[in-house]
């Protein structure tokens, strides 16, 4: 018997030591907040809320997009860098974020490499140009030659200074020879809202934003900005096709939580969020609204990322771009 009362109570002191360390291992324990740095009715907002609604079936927690706009996506990600890295705080990285601002910013407020833990690239796409209708310019070609007729007269709206439509507006004035004036928004809902309104010429904008107003009538579509056409927009050339061999500039989106967030919830967001992507409802609403989706392991993206940041050096320092 004392033996027995023996293996007892030294069972019970081992059922004690595993008990924290499985309370530890539970996640997640409340809802995860899904930062998003940029005004909501934008390509990133609409990703972020079609993946986090199929996410939080399979974390068992709600997933709450939180909309952090402002410093052209710096304060929602600078948020993130410095949340406490357990996985209840996560964030949909952009490419201006991570890609562009090291070469355009002398210093940034958090690094992109080292604040953060990558877990996975969701989605790429090509941007498209789209122009009111107001503009004497039935595609891409005529667009350029009115806009070379009337330098300054035409101006571009962006979701920011840094952005995507930012920078590639600057590159196609460069190599168009054209002189169109930026004009930067605290993100891309209010931009495409005042290019609706005709209060700006021009936008080079996510797809998923601004589709629903070309195939209303409300926006023309001149072309898109990858290197091939896209299934959601078959008829509508490239800047490549449209006297611009070359030309690229395409977005890229992922997810990253705080950096020294333990692995196995990296791994674990990782597996939730690449199943959200396969669901079939979320893959044909993203798909059809130009997302190509990827889906690679977190060591893929953050080999990507310190491969783009060397792409965009070199297109920040050919077109001249600087920040406003």
């Not at 500039?249 to 597996?271: D, E, M, N, Y």
């Amino acid at each position: 018997m004392c033996g027995l009362m023996k293996w007892i109570v030294a069972l019970a002191a081992t059922l004690a030591a595993v008990a924290p360390a499985a309370a530890q291992e539970k996640y997640p324990t409340r809802p995860v907040r899904f930062v998003v740095p940029y005004a909501a009715g934008g390509s990133t907002d609409t990703l972020a809320r079609t993946i986090g609604q199929k996410l939080s079936d399979y974390l068992g927690e709600q997933v709450v997009v939180d909309n952090r706009p402002g410093a052209s996506g710096d304060i929602g990600m600078t948020l993130v860098a410095r949340a406490t890295p357990d996985g209840h705080t996560i964030v949909l990285g952009y490419i201006a974020n991570l890609g562009i601002g090291p070469s355009l910013y002398a210093k940034m407020p958090y690094d992109p490499v080292n604040d953060f833990e990558p877990i996975t690239q969701v989605a790429g796409a090509s941007n498209i140009v789209v122009a009111h209708p107001s503009v004497p310019a039935k595609n891409f070609k005529e667009f350029i030659a009115y806009a070379k007729a009337n330098p300054k007269k035409v101006n571009f709206a962006s979701a920011g200074v840094a952005s995507v439509g930012h920078l590639t507006g600057e590159l196609l004035n460069n190599m168009a020879g054209i002189d169109m004036v930026h004009i930067p928004y605290k993100g891309s809902g209010q931009a495409i809202s005042d290019l609706v309104g005709g209060h700006v010429k021009l936008m080079i904008s996510g797809m998923a934003s601004t589709l629903p107003h070309v195939r209303s009538g409300k926006l023309r579509g001149l072309a898109t900005t990858g290197a091939r056409r896209t299934p959601a927009t078959p008829d509508l050339p490239t800047i490549a096709e449209s006297g611009f061999p070359g030309f690229e500039a395409s977005s890229w989106f992922g997810v990253l939580a705080p950096a020294k967030t333990p692995k196995p919830i990296i791994t674990r967001l990782h597996a939730d969020i690449v199943k959200s992507l396969k669901d079939p409802a979320v893959s044909q609403r993203l798909t059809n609204v130009g997302f190509e989706l990827v889906g690679g392991t977190p060591q893929e993206f953050a080999a990507y990322i310190k491969s783009e940041i060397r792409k965009w050096e070199k297109v920040v320092k050919a077109s001249g771009a600087k920040p406003e």
